[in-house]
């Protein structure tokens, strides 16, 4: 494949599709090429910040906010309508904090219409955190065992570093933070030059997060998006384990694949 | 309201609730008029509910409920006829062809949140002025984060065409960030090629 191929499938390759032999060649081509390499990444950058801005309610006229309890009552689904059900954050909130005790004191905030928290939510802000790089890891370390050892005893529940010929994840560092009072863990790093955080919970924080536990419930690898964050959440080792990042979801769902054996139903 | 009713009815709203947000931002970007999403949602989500009952639960509800916002958001702009909106500043009607490659491109690849931190108001407003099919396409990809596959089966058309359009539409809608860009001096070097 040359330069001028490659490129032509960009879409393709962004869009995670095509055919595994397609992207087997995309890969061996741009692990050899630099320039189309950075090509991509660029192409993959702009695009990925696009669909941010058409994806966020932030840049939706006003008329978008919808109130659904008004929507449903007048589609005649009214009398399951439980509370408003989302509010609006985002920009706001993203623009407060500079700090993790600044990020810790405000993951109290983004809750459902039901008064529950969003775990993924939570998640895919302290990840746009890292990202920008208002929120910098306790610990920085490039090797897997040295983030394992100094998340060993930092927490009541186990925490590792994903092996990276498994996962593909380059581990940049780890830290502690609170998601609603609940104690977590974060390892950062990059797949495929773009970054990545993986987020550990111990199981029982799910109680706080009745939304994300009926998700596992349904679907013991569950799946979903937060402005241009995917994420993948499962169940491993009694550990709610979550992996935000901006890029493709089967990514994701590598990096926790390789987490832990395979994942648990609840 | 009856008790199958109601149980309907909660079977309906719990598998709606997760994708609320995603719908409405698709549905008010969908539609020529923005401030007619309450009432498209209504609409659709009151089409859906009736027909849940052929709905087959573990099948995929997103894609299921999508086609019906769709569909609606269809309906109502070509009920009201209307041409997409423009813009007035800055003028953007005049959708340039897009070299991929082109220099004035790599400006903004080099430093895309120069611009795009200016340009949200734009890029909700420029997609408006793509065809209705790309402008569906791009938006069931972006926001809904659909495969080819479910949004040729949304839409109802060959899974080629929803590339093609959704490479096309891409590509319109970075030309007119750049345009924009331009007009207002966003790119620090080289945008006038």
Known sequence: ?266 | MTRPDRQKAERFVAHLEPIQRQLAVYCSRALNRSDETADVLQSAIANAFHDFDKYSEGTNFRAWMFRYVTLETLNRNRAASRLPSVLDEPHLSQPATLDIGAFRLETLLDDPEAVLDHCDGVVAQSIGELTEQERKILLLRAVGDFKYREIAEIMNIPMGTVMGLLSRARTQLRSKLLDYARQHGLLSKGDSA
């Open chain 1, 1 to 266: 494949m040359n330069c001028q191929q490659a490129r032509r499938h960009w879409d393709l390759y962004y869009d995670s599709e095509g055919d595994a032999e397609l992207h087997f060649q995309l890969n061996e081509h741009l692990a050899s090429c630099a320039g189309c390499a950075e090509w991509f990444d660029k192409q993959s950058r702009l695009e990925s910040l696009i669909e941010q801005r058409l994806g966020s309610e932030a840049a939706s006229e006003p008329s978008a906010e919808v109130d659904w309890s008004g929507v449903l009552a007048a589609a005649g689904v009214t009398p399951v309508v439980r509370s408003r059900s989302w509010m609006f954050f985002g920009s706001t909130i993203l623009a407060l904090a500079a700090s993790l005790l600044v990020l810790v004191g405000l993951y109290g905030l983004p809750v459902l219409g039901d008064g529950s928290p969003s775990l993924s939510r939570l998640s895919a802000e302290v990840h746009q955190h890292v990202v920008t790089g208002s929120l910098r890891p306790e610990f920085e370390s490039a090797s897997d065992m040295e983030v394992d050892k100094y998340l060993l005893g930092k927490v009541s529940f186990p925490v590792r570093c994903p092996p990276r010929k498994d996962s593909g994840f380059a581990v940049s560092g780890a830290g502690l933070c609170e998601f609603s009072d609940q104690p977590a863990a974060y390892v950062v790093g990059t797949v495929d030059r773009r970054p990545v955080s993986i987020f550990v919970l111990p199981i029982e924080s799910l109680d706080v997060f009745p939304r994300q536990r009926a998700e596992l419930r349904r679907e013991p690898l569950s799946a979903c998006r937060e402005g241009s964050t995917q994420m993948v959440f499962s169940i491993v080792d009694r550990n709610v384990v979550l992996v935000a990042g901006d890029v493709e979801r089967s990514k994701l769902t590598r990096v926790l694949k390789s987490y832990g054996t395979y994942p648990h139903a609840l």
